[in-house]
C-alpha cells in the first residue's frame, strides 16, 4: 500500500519525528490522520484473528468461574458474561467489513468500554468468596486484554480502559452497597497500569514502523525520479538540451521499420552550421556554444509535427527526422529553416558569404524498402549536404532517389 506519510513529510521532518517526538506517541494533524487511516485498516485486519482467540480465552476463564460460582448466583452472571461475549463476536463481525475498517476505533473503544464496565460490575455483583477472585482474575484480563490486545492507539485504550472503569463504578454504585474498593484497587488499577505501559510499548512500535516505512517509500520515489532524471539526460545533448546522437540512432532505426512497415515516405534533414570554425576562431568557443544554442532552439522552433525530432548529430551538425513526411514538406520545412535562421541575424565576422550566420542542409525523403540499410538512408542527406556546401552554403540539396534505389545509391 503507497503511504501518503512519504508525500506528507520530508526526509527530514520524518527523522526527527523518529527520534524524541516519538515518545509522546501522537504524530502532526495531518500525518497522524494517515496514520490513523493506515493503522485502523491493519488492526481491523488483524482483530479478524484476535476476535476469535480473546472469545476462546472467554470461554475457558468463564467455565472456570462456572464451576466454582453457586447456582443462585450463575444465572445474573452468565446474563452479564454473555454480553461481553456478544460484544467480542459483534466487533469480530465488523472487522470482516472492509468499509467498517475507518470505524475501527469507533466499535472496538465502545465495546471494550462496556467490555469493562461489565467486568467491573459483575464484581460488585456477584459475590462469592471463591468465585470472586476469579471474577477479579477476569476484570484483569479484560483490561489487559483492552490495552494490549484488541488494537487500539495509545491514547484510545486509556479512554476505553478508565471510561469502562468509571461506568462500570457509577453501575456498582447504583446497585450494591458493598464495593470491594481495596481488591478493584489491587486488580483494575494494576492491571490498568500494566496494561497503559503495553499499549504505549505497542503504539511507539508501531509508530516507529509506520515512519521506518515512509522513510523506505521516499527513498523509493527518489530512486524511480533519479533513474527518470537518468534516462532523459542520456537522451540529451549537454549542451543544447535536444536529443543526443544516441537517441537519434534509436529512434531513426525505430521510424525506418515502421515507415518500411507502413510504406510511407520518411524525411530527414541533415544541417550543418556554415564556417563555424571561423567563427570559433574569430569571436571565440564561448560565443560558438552560446550559437549552438540558438540554432538547436530555431530548428526545434521548425519541427513542431508529433514525431518529429531534433537532433545534435556531432559538433555543429543538426538532424532533423520527419516520419510520415513527404519530399514536398520536407523541401518546404528546410526553406521555412533557411529563413527563420536568416531572421535571426546572428553575426558571422569571418563567414566567406554572409555577415550572418548560415546553414547549408541535405534533405532526403524515401519509402524505405526490404533488406534497405537505413545507414544508406544516412549517408545520402550527407552526401546532399555535401553537394549543398559545395554548391556555395546557405542552401539546401534535396537528395532524389527513385524508389528501390537505396542500395545502389551508395555505389553510384
Ligand atoms: N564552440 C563549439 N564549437 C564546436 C563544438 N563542437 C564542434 N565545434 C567546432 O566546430 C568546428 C567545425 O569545423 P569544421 O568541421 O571545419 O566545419 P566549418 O568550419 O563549419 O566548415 P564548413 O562546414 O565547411 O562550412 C570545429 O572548429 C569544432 O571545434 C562545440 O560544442 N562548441
Redesign the pocket.
Known amino acids: 500500500m503507497k503511504l501518503q506519510g512519504s508525500n506528507l513529510l520530508e526526509r527530514k521532518e520524518i527523522q526527527k519525528l523518529l527520534g524524541k517526538d516519538l515518545n509522546f506517541v501522537w504524530f502532526p494533524a495531518t500525518l497522524e490522520k494517515d496514520y490513523r487511516f493506515q493503522y485502523q485498516n491493519e488492526a481491523a485486519h488483524e482483530f479478524r484473528y484476535r476476535g476469535p482467540i480473546i472469545l476462546l480465552l472467554y470461554l475457558f476463564l468463564s467455565y472456570g468461574i462456572y464451576q466454582l460460582l453457586p447456582p443462585e448466583q450463575v444465572g445474573l452472571w452468565l446474563k452479564l458474561y454473555s454480553c461481553v461475549g456478544i460484544i467480542v463476536f459483534v466487533a469480530w463481525g465488523f472487522s470482516w467489513f472492509e468499509k467498517m475498517h475507518q470505524w475501527f476505533d469507533w466499535y472496538a473503544t465502545i465495546g471494550s468500554t462496556i467490555a469493562i464496565a461489565i467486568s467491573f460490575t459483575i464484581v460488585n455483583l456477584v459475590y462469592d468468596e471463591q468465585g470472586s477472585v476469579l471474577l477479579h482474575a477476569a476484570i484483569m484480563y479484560a483490561v489487559v486484554i483492552v490495552y494490549g490486545f484488541v488494537g487500539l492507539r495509545f491514547y484510545v485504550a486509556i479512554l476505553a480502559g478508565w471510561l469502562g472503569g468509571a461506568l462500570g463504578t457509577l453501575v456498582s454504585m447504583f446497585f450494591s452497597d458493598e464495593i470491594a474498593w481495596t481488591l478493584l484497587n489491587r486488580t483494575y488499577t494494576f492491571s490498568s497500569f500494566l496494561g497503559m505501559a503495553l499499549a504505549y510499548v505497542t503504539d511507539r512500535h508501531h509508530r516507529e514502523n509506520y515512519l521506518q516505512s515512509c522513510l523506505l517509500e521516499l527513498h523509493r520515489i527518489e530512486m524511480v525520479q533519479q533513474t527518470q532524471q537518468l534516462e532523459v539526460m542520456s537522451r540529451q545533448d549537454a549542451?543544447t538540451g535536444i536529443a543526443n546522437r544516441r537517441y537519434l540512432d534509436e529512434m531513426l532505426e525505430e521510424e525506418w521499420y515502421r515507415a518500411m512497415r507502413h510504406q510511407t515516405p520518411l524525411s530527414l534533414m541533415m544541417i550543418?552550421?556554415?564556417?563555424?570554425?571561423?567563427?570559433?576562431?574569430s569571436l571565440g568557443?564561448?560565443?560558438?556554444?552560446q550559437?549552438?544554442i540558438k540554432i538547436a532552439h530555431a530548428i526545434t522552433d521548425i519541427a513542431t509535427r508529433s514525431g518529429e525530432l531534433v537532433a545534435r548529430y556531432?559538433?555543429?551538425e543538426f538532424v532533423i527526422l520527419l516520419p510520415m513526411t513527404t519530399q514536398q514538406h520536407a523541401i518546404r520545412q528546410a526553406e521555412r529553416l533557411l529563413r527563420s535562421i536568416k531572421n535571426l541575424t546572428i553575426p558571422h565576422p569571418a563567414s566567406e558569404i554572409s555577415q550572418h550566420v548560415t546553414l547549408?542542409i541535405g534533405v532526403v525523403s524515401y519509402v524505405p524498402q526490404m533488406n534497405e540499410d537505413v545507414n544508406d538512408f544516412l549517408y545520402c542527406a550527407d552526401h546532399a549536404l555535401y553537394k549543398a556546401?559545395s554548391r556555395g552554403?546557405d542552401g539546401y540539396v534535396f537528395a532524389h532517389l527513385a524508389p528501390q534505389s537505396l542500395s545502389n545509391t551508395k555505389a553510384s
Open positions: 549542451l550543418d552550421i556554415d564556417y563555424f570554425k571561423a567563427y570559433n576562431d568557443h564561448l560565443a560558438g556554444d550559437c549552438l556531432g559538433g555543429e547549408s556546401k552554403r
